[in-house]
Structure formats: structure tokens, C-alpha cells
């Protein structure tokens, strides 16, 4: 597992499409401009990661999935990664 930032763009993207936003709409409740949205949604940029946070917390999903394209799936003390492998929280 590694990070891609092509990858992270295109998570982004596709999370705000889900919502039904636009580019422009995105910047405008991150705090950034839209000419700076599209450049991560294309992988030309990253941003801080405290960008990654916010957008982890306003998409609500976790900073692995995000990041790396994990999704964990919480119950108990044990987590599931989304291919379904167990690991320790």
C-alpha cells in the first residue's frame, strides 16, 4: 500500500460527484479555489494534509481510504479492511 496521488485525486472527485457538487462548489465549503480543486482531482497536487483532514471529515470517510484507498470497517476491537481482511484497531 502506498500513496498515489492520482489515486487520491480521483477518490476525491468521485466522493464529491456522489454528493452532487460541483468543483466549484467543493472549494467553496474547503476554504480554497477551484483552479486548486481540480489540481488535486487530476493529481497535479496534494495539498497540506490538514486539507486531506478536512476532506476526510466532510466526505466522512476515513483518512486510509482517503489517503490509500483502505476502507476499515469497525466492530469490536477487530477492523475489516474492504477486501475483507481482519486487523487489529
Not at 9 to 26: D, V, Y
Not at 51 to 80: K, N, P, Q
Amino acid at each position: 500500500m502506498y500513496f498515489n496521488r492520482e489515486d487520491y485525486g480521483s477518490r476525491i472527485r468521485s466522493l464529491r460527484k456522489k454528493r452532487g457538487l460541483t468543483q466549484e462548489q467543493l472549494a467553496e465549503k474547503m476554504n480554497v479555489s477551484t483552479p486548486y480543486i481540480a489540481k488535486i482531482e487530476t493529481g497535479k497536487q496534494t495539498g497540506p494534509v490538514e486539507l486531506a483532514v478536512e476532506f476526510a471529515a466532510f466526505f466522512d470517510v476515513s483518512l486510509d481510504y482517503l489517503l490509500v484507498g483502505i476502507r476499515r470497517f469497525c466492530r469490536g476491537t477487530e477492523a475489516r479492511t474492504a477486501d475483507g481482511h481482519r486487523s487489529a484497531v
